[in-house]
């Protein structure tokens, strides 16, 4: 497969069905950035402390991956199958953020990020997943998205925040509470 095909040199891409749109349209910048928390998640998948949850996180990748294809396709074009996302994947996210939270101390307060590379990339994930759902619920209103998907780019967001803390927790990093001054 070649790689570059020159079609998108004056700024149009195709969606999947084949429609061209710019490349500044919403759609494109909301795979974008789905793809986006993808490529850190990649990058939380490689890091020592997350070795025993490489297929925990691989198995995030593709959910992304599976989202990335709904959003690229074409809403008023019927294309090949593509996979599909469900309700259990939803779950899913809810078991693990249960399964951590259970050995992490109460929030009390806010937590500053940080307190460690690792812990703090994780939190750059979880903002960029902000980011994208933010753009999924744009497009959302532009043109129907899927609930399930909605809904899971929420849960991933919690999911990265609880995996920030506990991460923290492997690595014996202190937690910083915010204290608002007065």
Known sequence: MKIYTKGGDKGQTSLLGGTRISKAHLRIDTYGTIDE???YLG???DLEVNND??????EIQDRLFTIGSHLAMDPEKTVAKIPDL???DVTFLENEIDQMT???AEMKSFILPGGHSSVSLCHVARCVCRRAERLVIALHQE???EATILSYVNRLSDFLFVLARK???ELGIEELPWKPRR
């Open 86 to 88: 469900h309700d259990s």
């Open 167 to 169: 991460m923290g927790q």
């Open 37 to 39: 928390l993808n490529s």
């Open 143 to 145: 043109s129907p998205v």
């Open 43 to 45: 990058w939380l998948r």
């Open 102 to 104: 259970a050995s992490l």
């Open 53 to 58: 949850r490489k297929d925990l996180l691989k």
